[in-house]
């Protein structure tokens, strides 16, 4: 069973400062990454994916993350944070191996406060 | 861009009366499906649905839940008598294919209360 932890409830940042949001995941495959954030009263939004390839993935509004496959871990970064990425990110994956398995499975969900 | 919506955006009912969660998922997509989240929980994967017919349910998707589209347009989620438990935030997602690089997107969601 595939199963994707978020350690961080919340985070709390300093505007312009880099930020980083932490997930681990378990899958008895290889794994399928995905970010997403959620503004209140929105749905969820894709921020990035890894697949395949390159370790350090880059997505929307200068979001990054970087998949460790030794410590299972996809952790999503950015370099500088702004008042606007105050939100809440969910980390989730799919397993790769699951073939016709279309589910993802989520973290809990972080909430990132970046403060002026 | 294109985007999921679904109504309610609240739904208040009593224990043991049907509701139906409505989405319209964005125009070209073809693999529909409904996660839920309990206060304070994980975001569970409930269905997908692709072709008219369900792909792949989770535990929770029990007899009691039941999806369908019934036009071009819409998806829904029925719960037929509805428990306190069923109490959640209900998410409509979209993809365009199954494909292994898809994503989902998603709608903002249903908050379903039962009381």
């Known amino acids: 069973a595939q199963s994707v932890a978020q350690p961080e409830d919340q985070v709390n940042v300093a505007e312009g400062n880099p930020l980083t949001v932490k997930c681990t995941y378990s899958v008895s495959g290889n794994p399928y990454l995905f970010w997403y954030v959620q503004y209140p009263n929105r749905g969820l939004q894709f921020l990035l994916k890894?697949?395949?390839?390159?370790?350090l993935v880059k997505g929307s509004y200068g979001f990054e993350a970087e998949f460790n496959k030794s410590q299972t871990s996809f952790h999503l970064k950015k370099p500088s944070a702004l008042v606007s990425d105050s939100a809440l990110y969910f980390c989730?994956?799919?397993?790769?191996?699951?073939?016709?398995?279309?589910?993802?499975?989520f973290g809990k969900g972080t909430k990132l406060s970046v403060i002026p | 861009e294109p985007e999921v919506t679904q109504t309610p955006s609240h739904q208040v009912t009593q224990m043991g009366q049907e509701v139906i969660l409505r989405c319209v998922p964005i125009s070209n997509h073809l693999y529909f499906y409904w996660y839920r989240q309990i206060l304070g929980q994980k975001v569970e994967f409930l269905v997908s649905f692709y072709n008219n017919e369900i792909s792949e349910k989770s535990e929770i998707f029990d007899d009691q839940f039941s999806v369908e589209r019934p036009d071009g347009s819409n998806f829904t989620l029925k719960i037929r008598s509805t428990k306190l438990e069923d109490s959640a935030m209900y998410f409509c997602?979209?993809?365009?294919?199954?494909?292994?690089?898809?994503?989902?997107?998603f709608g903002p969601g249903t908050r379903l209360t039962v009381t």
């Open positions: 890894y697949i395949t390839g390159d370790n």
């Open positions: 989730a994956v799919r397993e790769s191996s699951g073939a016709g398995s279309y589910q993802l499975t």
């Open positions: 997602a979209s993809s365009l294919t199954s494909g292994v690089t898809y994503e989902q997107y």
